[in-house]
């Protein structure tokens, strides 16, 4: 049986990520590196909060732990695997399965309902469809959206489609939680229930957080500040 496949058996199998020499750069026009880190040692079943001004590289650096974005250099490994050693096609279906992301734009599918972002995610990720719907039925009502559950996306608030968003990166109990800027449409109240809610969750999955929420801050007992890099400097 390969990796691959033994690792689909494995629910929550949490992944340690280590990042080495990590360097972004948007192109040579760009003037600056958008993200460098010499070294980053994220053990498996910890929760980090990335902080940082805006445009620090908080985003590139999650779009990058995702396997969307390929780093101009260094090294990304989980679980001691090079991430992009693995074919596009590759980290979508390793994506699909084993990382949950809550993107800044959030990228809800339009077509479908609420409840069907849920399940589509716990599809792929191969969790039983019947248990996938009581799972994803439960979490909304967590978030306060079981009325919801129904709706498009669209006709939902921006803090409704974001606590969507957050049910959607954890119902499929990935082994890594991406979660960018996951509070920044929510009042105090749906904000503390959404962090309580993506720590209780990922207490068997790393979790990665950026924010500059203060209020999402002082949850996380670990913390990355990344500084705004300067013309030419690259770490
Ligand atoms: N697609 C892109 N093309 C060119 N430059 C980009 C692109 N995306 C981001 N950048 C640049 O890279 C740098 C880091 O951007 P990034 O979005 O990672 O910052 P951030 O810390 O997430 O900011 P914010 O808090 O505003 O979300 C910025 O200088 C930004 O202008
Ligand atoms: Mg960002």
Redesign the pocket.
Known sequence: MSGERRRAHRSFAAVDVRLRNLC?S??PH?G?A??AISALDVASCSQLCVV????????????ILAGVLVPTSGQVLLDGQELFERSEVERDRFRARHIGCVF?TLNLLQGLSVLENLTLAQRFAGIQPALARRQALELLDRLGLAERAGARPAQLSLGEQQRVAIARAVCKRPALVLA??PTASLDDQNARAAVELLREQCSRSTLLV?S?DQRLLERFENVLP?PQLAPGQAG
């Open positions: 972004h948007y192109g760009a600056r958008a993200l940082g001004s805006s445009g620090s590289g908080k985003s590139t650096l999650l779009s800044q960018d800027e950026a500059h990344l």
